[in-house]
């Protein structure tokens, strides 16, 4: 079975630039794969933050952006702010109906 | 506004059965496919099952294929999980969720807690 492949933790300093990646275990992802990015927070439901690869969802800030780098899909924070400290999860079409979800970045902003 | 309320979770015992409901409202359901996304308790995400708009088609992850049904009366503008056999495993907050590639709009979920 595919695994969704995610960086389990990440950090950054306040104002820098992080992207997170979102992979497969066997092969390559693309636009064929209609990557999506959520965030959560503690307690709270996800966010759709970046749908389709690129677009970003209503009410979600520019310095968040979607992009297909390499063979993964890239989520980029440019100029992370504190309030950026969650939870981050991507998931994958698979075909056949079939979405996965991968493990989840935890951001952390110091 | 786009609205999704989940309902019908609760506790029940390993082998039992419930039934979740999603209200949805804010938006032409009719033209939007579903999903069912949950999450145990301090995991990560996972997507349980799709229904199609007009339910010609649904989904199933491989862990709940053969107990759960998805299914949706678009007339109610309500999405539901019957859910069958459940095992421990099956614990975790479920999600409604509208169609991911148009931009998922997120219910705020309900528990479900399998447990003798």
């Known amino acids: 079975q595919t695994v969704v492949t995610q960086e389990p933790s990440f950090s950054v300093s306040p104002g820098e630039t992080v992207t997170l990646t979102c992979g497969l275990s066997s092969g390559s992802v693309s636009t064929s794969s209609y990557p999506s990015w959520y965030q959560q927070t503690p307690g709270q439901p996800p966010r759709t933050l970046i749908y389709n690869t690129n677009t970003r969802s209503s009410g979600v800030p520019d310095r968040f952006s979607g992009s297909i780098l390499g063979n993964k899909a890239a989520l980029t924070i440019t100029g992370a702010q504190a309030d950026d400290e969650s939870d981050y999860y991507c998931v994958l079409y698979m075909g056949s109906g079939i979405w996965v979800f991968g493990g989840g970045t935890k951001l952390t902003v110091l | 506004e786009v609205q999704l309320v989940e309902s019908g979770g609760g506790l029940v015992k390993p082998g039992g059965s419930l039934r979740l409901s999603c209200a949805a409202s804010g938006f032409t359901f009719s033209t939007y496919s579903m999903n069912w996304v949950r999450q145990a308790p301090g995991k990560g995400l996972e997507w349980v099952s799709s229904i199609s708009s007009s339910s010609n088609y649904n989904y199933y992850a491989d862990s709940v294929k053969g107990r759960f049904t998805i299914s949706r009366d678009n007339a109610k503008n309500s999405l539901y999980l019957q859910m069958n056999s459940l095992r421990a495993e099956d614990t975790a907050v479920y999600y409604c969720?509208?169609?991911?590639?148009?931009?998922?709009?997120w219910g705020q979920g309900t528990l479900v807690t399998v447990s003798s």
């Open positions: 969720v509208r169609e991911m590639v148009r931009g998922g709009i």
